[in-house]
Structures are given as C-alpha cells and as structure tokens.
C-alpha cells in the first residue's frame, strides 16, 4: 500500500474533479477507461455497418448517405477510396481504442487492486496520466476525420510504402495523425502495465501467494508483461515511419536504401502479442467466471496459469505467421509455422480445463454465466480456424481473404467481445451497485449469438470461395459473383447485430440509475473484490483482508455453503483441520 | 449459393485442398467434439435444488492425455504442411517457360522474352492484364512491383505471392486444365485495390507457340525499358 492511500476509506479527495475527472482512484480510472471503449464502440460498429452495406450492396448508395458533406460520399455513396478509410478506422478503433482500453484499460485498472487485496494502484498519478494519455489520443484519432483527405486508408496493419507517401493513398495529414494517436495510446498502455506489474509484485494482501492469485491476476499480470515488451516496438515503428512520412528518413522507402518488409517484422512482433493482449484478460476473466457459476474449483489451475504464460511466451515467437506470403524467406516461414503450431498447445489446454470446470458442477445460467459459455464455445472455432492459416500451404490459398476476417472476429468478436459482455454483467453490481437487468441481458445475448454466428461464420465459404479482404466490390471479379448472395445474407445479419447491441446500452444506462442494490456478494463469489463493498469507497476495503485459500473453493467439504471466500479463516466448527489450498 | 474452394487447376494445387480437407476434417472433428461436450454439460449439470458440484481441482492424468494428443496432431500437421510448402516454395522445376511480372497501382504487366529468350529486350512481348502460358509445362514468374506491395493471386492456381518493391521474388507454377482463369489483387494497394483484376489464359501447348509467334508480330520491335522504369 502506498503511503497517500493507508487512510481510512472515506477520506478520499471530495471536489468534484477530484474525484470524478483526475481522480487517481484506480476503479475511478478503470470506470473512465470503460466510458471511453463504449464510446468507440459506437463509432467501431457504425462503421461496421457501412463496410457491410457497401459489400453487399456495390453500387447503391448508403440510406441516409447524402446527410454527410459531398465531400466524404459523392451522392450518399461511398467511394474507393472512402471505404479504405472506412475499414482501416474499424479496424484501428476496434482494436486500440475499444478492445484493449476495456480490457486492460477498464477491467486492468478495476480489478487488481481489489483482487488482490490493495488499496490501490502502486502509482496512482501514473495511473492518471495514463487516462489522460489515452483521451488526447482519442482526440486526435477522432479528429482525423475531420482533416482535408481524411483518416488513414492503408488498413490498420498500415504497410509502407503503401503509408509512406501520400501519392499512394491520396491521404494526407490524416495518416500523419494515425500516427500520433497510436504512439500516445501506446504511451498509455505501456504507462498502464508498469503500474499493473508493479502493483501485482509488490502489493498483495498477506497470504495471496502467486498461487493463490485468481485466474484474471494471472491473465492480467502476464498481460501487462506482454505489453510492457511489445509496445515500445510499436512505437519505435511508429516512430520511423512518422520520420518517414515528415522529415524524409527512408526506413522503409527502397528507394533510399530503406526495407519495406522491416515494418512487418516490427509491426507484427508487437501485433502478434497484441493479439494475446485482446484476449488473455478475458481468457482469465472467464475462467472466474465459469468457475463462480458452476459452483465448482477451476479444473486444473496450474495447468491454466502455466498456459497464458506459455501463450505469452510463445506469443513474441511466431510474429511471421502474419508473413508467409510477404516474400520473407520460405525456410523461416517453416520456422514460424513450427511455433505456431506449438502456441494451440496451451490454447487447447484451457478450453479443455473450461470444459472440465463445468463437468459435474452446478450450472447457473446468468447472463454472465452465458456469454462466458459462448466465449469458450466461440473461441473454439476461432482457435481451430487458426490452424488453417498456421499450415504454410494451405495459408498460400486463404491468406488476406474473408476466411482471415472470418477467424480474426472469431477471436475478436466471439473472444473479446462475448469476455467483455460476460465481464460487464458479472462486475456490474460491484462497480455500481446494482444489478443490470438479467431479464434484458438474456435476450441482449440470446440476439447476439445468433446474429453474430450469422454474420461471421459464412465469411469462411466467402473467403474459401477466394473472396479477397479489404476489396471496395467484390462483383468486379466473376469469380466472386455467386457469392454475392452471401455477401448479402452476411449484411442482413451484420445490421441485426449492430441494432440488438443498443439492448445492452440501454440496459447498462438504465440499471445504472434503476438497477436492484445490491450488498457486497450477490453472486456469492470467493475472490476479493466481493469482500469489498458495492461499490467500494476509497481504499477499496475497511481493513485489508487476509488470504487463507486460493479463489476456486466452491462446494468444498469445508464448508457447508457451496462457497468459502478467499478471506474467511475456516467455515468449520473450530478444532476442525483448516483449509489446505 | 453454396461454395467451396475454386476449381484447382494446377499441379500443386490438389496437394494444398487435400491438406486444407485434412485440417477442415480434424478442425470440423474437434469443434464437434468439444461444442458437444459443452452443450451437454450445460444440460446435464444444470442447477437444480439439491445438487451438489463435485468437488476436485484437476486430474493430472486426464490433463496429460489432452495435451499430448492435440500436440501430437499438431506436429504431424506440422510435417505434412512442410513437405508441401517445399514443393511449392524450394522446388523449382526446369522451364523455358520464363516471365517477367511487374505491379503497380493498379495494373498488372507481364512481360514474355521475345524470340531471342530473354527478358528486357527489345523484343520482348508485354500486355496488360493480360497473361498466357501453355499447359503442361511449369511457368517461372518474376515478380517484382514499381509502387506499393500488391500480391498476386491466382485463385484456381492456387497461388498467392506478395509483390514487393525492392525485390524480385520468383514463383512458379504448372497448369493442368485449359482455359480462363481471374488473377487477383490480394493485398491492399490503394483506392483501386479492387479493380487489379487480370486473365490467365492456360494454352494448350501447340496454341500456346502459334498464341506467341502472333504476339511478338503484332507488338514489333519495342524498346527495352528505360533503366529508371524498373524497380528501384
Ligand atoms: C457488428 C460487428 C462487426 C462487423 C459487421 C464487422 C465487419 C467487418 C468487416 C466486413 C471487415 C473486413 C473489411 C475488409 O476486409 O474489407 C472487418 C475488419 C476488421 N474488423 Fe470488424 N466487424 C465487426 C466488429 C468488430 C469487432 C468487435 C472487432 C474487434 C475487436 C473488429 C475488428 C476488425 C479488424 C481488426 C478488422 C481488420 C481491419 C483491416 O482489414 O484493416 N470488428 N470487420
Ligand atoms: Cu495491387
Ligand atoms: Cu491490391
């Protein structure tokens, strides 16, 4: 605990911008980090649609489109080079300024501390500034779209020279800006897990051995080690190329003795990585998730904690895998599919200990409990649909088709998206208070799981029928137009996706006023966070508790209820042996 | 509406949709498997009164079995994807078969030697989008791009090969069914990306040598390219 923060939990600041705007209250920032993703969700999906009206529908123009300045859609219509734009800001906004944000950003900040029985973050001004880091990158990202020539065009993989120079693209100063926001939510993020690590090492509750530390830590903790690593290789990428583009270094130009596949290298070895960031926290969130409403010990702990450190480890390994067919040595690329074929080790192991986790529990089906269900189930198919693209040969064939976009929101929709769901539902009472509404998060989750599988399971016929990604109008080629009805089934459901997603705003808004109250453990849970109140003041708990057992103890014999919290010194009459775990 | 992969048309190409059909059948074997045994935990331990979960952190045994057999797949896939790779890749079968492929935004130029046999000369044959090769005989491809990176796909060839400036990147490929096949762009390369659209004409071999002699008397002498219109 860190000096400024070991008084009593009602003496935190009181002026209002203390305390709601710069606050350095680390479940304060994790709130202020959540608004932010949800924000971008919004602009991320809108954009969604757009890309899947233009694909289904080549040549009619958006409905609603001549609302924009003629100079964004001529007539309503979106044009080439519009649509580039269109795609790489999805892509870009989902990633950094939506996935990442919510998952280490909000979640990260929330839960560690009061996981592992701190008050606070080790340092909470760093944590601070890393929000207000992350916020003027919003700013600038957004504000690319308001540039002459607009946004960013080149994908959010941004490959030189086609980012190079503004010849290529017809983009001007928007790339530039693409730039700068990325370098500063990578100055976040790094910010971000300095503070997680530290905080995670130095700053657990007597008796939260490593061991002891639930699934989430783990996964947050060797997340925050992942990013610490990779980010400054983003940004010294990012970095080169922003030299690049304004003072005229050639890093990347061949013309002046640059490499154009040196940013690929770069780029992927952070963006491999950053792929395990999109989905480790969640991996670990669901795994607390499931355990807490099967009523059953996660199976296998070990085996699981052991698995993110082996996914991250082999994580910074197999980056080429995003480069078999960039022209890179075709014997490395063997190397590369070596180790990536490793990685669906580990991946493998926690679906199988998921399922070992619900095999002869208690299963209850909350709206948390369903959508961590749909994200084992998901990530089941996202995960084997990557052994596709691990194969060399058969990469040859789907690389850079819809069978990529496909597995990509597998993992990401079905993956981190359906783990935030679960997440939101599941934390929601101790953040605020209340309960979100059950009744409305069922059916927000039922129309999600089907209008989703809808969406992205045919994107793999489309990308097996050869269907090129990031392509303005597929019935340009002949042998695409047979899937053009696809494209259009693919569309309808893509819109029904994006509509049912305002249940789960609507849901979240409301229950945050007119949600049930609820005390501390409504879900009757054992990690430490529910030793806290709801929502928990400043300095998170009255006494800091101490930790007798690891998080898992549901139905265990030593206790009479099905739960025995991580903080409770032993159920059982005394003179009883006490726990072992 | 029903799709699959596209019509192979080339040696190599079975060799890839047999290993693709190899992965679906494990893939599509495993995704069963396990959404069933999710679905069917989900019935059968549902909460009901009463019930107790029973209570265990793991079996060490059990744990072993699913990670070996998955590591097992795994390494063979591993091997068979490699001895495919290296046809495609590290084999190189002997042709006179060779031509010259050069990208840019958004055109694709192939470039056949002339009579004399070899490339940028003055007799050389160029068009536009426009590719024909005999049938039955390897093709060799250099690739190499004036701007940006493309990639050059041949769907029903089953081949696919960034294009990247700076370097000259060989390929090759034998054709084993006459007729018309699309080449595609598969890599984003700007605002016309979509429209890098050409046809591969796959000749019979005695069309292809009439096809050639009548190519090289209709584009007459031509001047070689400029030095500072290649690649950098
Ligand atoms: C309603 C939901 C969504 C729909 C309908 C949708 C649709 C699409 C489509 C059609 C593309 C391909 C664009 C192209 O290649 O031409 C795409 C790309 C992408 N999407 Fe989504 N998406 C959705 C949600 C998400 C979410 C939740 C994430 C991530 C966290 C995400 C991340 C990406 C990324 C990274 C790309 C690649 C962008 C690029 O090629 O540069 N998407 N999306
Ligand atoms: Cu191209
Ligand atoms: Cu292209």
Not at chain 1, 220 to 244: E, N, Y
Not at chain 1, 348 to 369: D, E, P, Q
Request: a neutral charge; glycine letters at 8%; one cysteine or more.
């Amino acid at each position: 605990m860190t000096q400024s923060h070991a008084s009593a939990p009602d003496h935190g600041p009181t002026s209002f911008w203390t305390k709601y705007v710069f606050s350095q209250d680390h479940k304060v920032i994790g709130i202020q980090f959540m608004f932010v993703s949800f924000f971008f969700m919004l602009i991320g999906g809108f954009l969604a649609m757009m890309i899947r009206w233009q694909l289904a529908y080549p040549d009619r123009a958006l409905p609603g489109g001549s609302l924009f300045p003629s100079s964004v859609l001529e007539e309503g219509h979106i044009t080439p080079p519009v649509y580039n734009q269109i795609f790489t800001m999805h892509g870009t906004i989902m990633i950094f300024f939506v996935i990442i944000p919510m998952l280490t950003g909000a979640f990260g900040n929330y839960l560690i501390p009061l996981m592992i029985g701190a008050r606070d973050m080790a340092f909470p001004k760093l944590n601070m500034l890393s929000y207000w880091v992350l916020v003027p990158s919003a700013f600038v990202i957004l504000s690319s779209f308001f540039v002459p020539l607009g946004p960013a065009a080149a994908g959010w993989t941004n490959y030189p020279p086609l980012s190079y120079d503004p010849q290529w693209t017809g983009v001007g100063i928007g790339h530039t800006l693409w730039l700068v926001a990325l370098l500063m939510s990578g100055t976040s993020s790094i910010m971000g897990s300095l503070n997680y690590i530290t905080t995670i090492v130095n700053m657990r509750a007597p008796g939260m051995s490593f061991f002891r530390m639930p699934l989430t830590i783990w996964a947050l903790f060797v997340t925050a080690i992942l990013q610490l690593m990779a980010t400054p290789v983003l940004a010294s990428v990012l970095g080169m190329l922003l030299l690049d583009r304004t003072v005229g270094t050639h890093f990347f130009a061949p013309a002046g003795g640059g490499h154009v596949i040196l940013w690929q290298h770069l780029f992927w070895f952070y963006s491999h990585p950053a792929v395990y960031i999109m989905i480790l926290p969640a991996m670990g969130f669901v795994s607390d998730i499931i355990s807490t409403f099967s009523r059953k010990p996660i199976f296998g702990y070990h085996a699981m904690a052991y698995s993110i450190m082996g996914i991250a480890g082999l994580g910074f390994i197999v980056w080429g895998h995003h480069m078999f067919q960039s022209g890179m040595n075709p014997t490395l690329g063997t190397s590369f599919m070596m180790s990536t074929m490793l990685i669906a080790v580990p991946s493998a192991i926690k679906t199988f200990n998921w399922l070992g986790t619900l095999w002869r529990g208690t299963i209850h089906f909350t709206t948390a409990m369903l959508n961590a269900m749909a994200f084992v189930s998901m990530f089941i198919i996202g995960g084997l649909s990557g052994i596709f693209m691990a194969s060399t040969p058969v990469d040859i064939f789907i690389h850079d088709t819809y069978f990529i976009v496909a597995h990509l929101h597998y993992v990401l929709f079905g993956g981190s998206m359906f783990g935030i769901f679960a997440s939101v539902h599941y934390w929601f009472p101790k953040m605020f208070g209340r309960m979100m509404s059950e009744r409305w998060g069922k059916v927000h989750f039922v129309l999600t799981f089907i209008a989703y599988n809808l969406t992205f399971f045919p994107m793999h016929l489309l990308g097996m029928g050869g269907m090129m990604r990031r392509i303005y109008d597929p019935t340009q080629y002949d042998f695409l137009k047979p899937l053009q009805p696809m494209n259009i089934f693919v569309s309808m459901s893509a819109f029904t996706l994006g509509l049912v997603q305002l249940i789960f705003m609507l849901n979240f808004l409301i229950s945050l006023f007119r949600g049930k109250k609820v005390d501390r453990n409504p879900w009757r849970a054992n990690s430490l966070e529910w030793a806290a109140p709801s929502p928990p003041g400043h300095g998170n708990f009255e006494t800091i508790p101490t930790v007798y057992r690891g998080p898992y103890e549901f139905s265990s014999p030593e206790s009479k209820e099905d739960y025995l919290p991580q903080d409770v010194p032993s159920a059982l009459p005394a003179g009883a042996p006490a726990g072992v775990h | 509406m029903f799709v699959w992969l596209p019509e192979v048309a080339s040696t190599y190409g079975p060799r890839i949709d047999h290993l693709f059909y190899i992965i679906l059948a494990l893939t599509g074997g495993s995704m069963i498997l396990t959404e069933a045994c999710l679905f069917w935990f989900a019935w059968k331990y549902r909460h009901r009164e009463g019930r107790r979960a029973h209570y265990t952190h793991g079996n060490k045994t059990i744990e072993a079995v699913w990670t070996v057999i998955p590591a097992g797949i795994l390494v063979m896939l591993t091997f068979m994807s490699k001895s495919v790779w290296d046809l495609v890749k590290h084999t190189n079968p002997p042709s006179d078969v060779n031509l010259l492929i050069t990208a840019s935004q958004f055109n694709w130029e192939v470039r056949y030697p002339g009579s004399d046999g070899k490339l940028d000369t003055p007799d050389d044959v160029v068009l536009n989008n426009e590719m024909h090769v005999p049938l039955g005989r390897p093709t060799h491809i250099m690739l190499r791009s004036k701007d940006v990176i493309h990639s050059f796909f041949l769907p029903n060839m089953r081949v696919k090969q960034d294009v990247v400036p700076g370097l000259t990147i060989p390929i090759w490929f034998e054709p084993t069914k006459a007729g018309n096949y699309e080449i595609g762009c598969a890599e984003l390369c700007g605002f016309g990306h979509y429209t890098m659209h050409g046809i591969l004409t796959v000749h019979p071999a005695e069309e292809y040598k009439a096809w050639l002699e009548q190519a090289e008397k209709e584009a007459g002498p031509q001047a070689a390219p400029a030095a500072d219109e290649g690649p950098a």
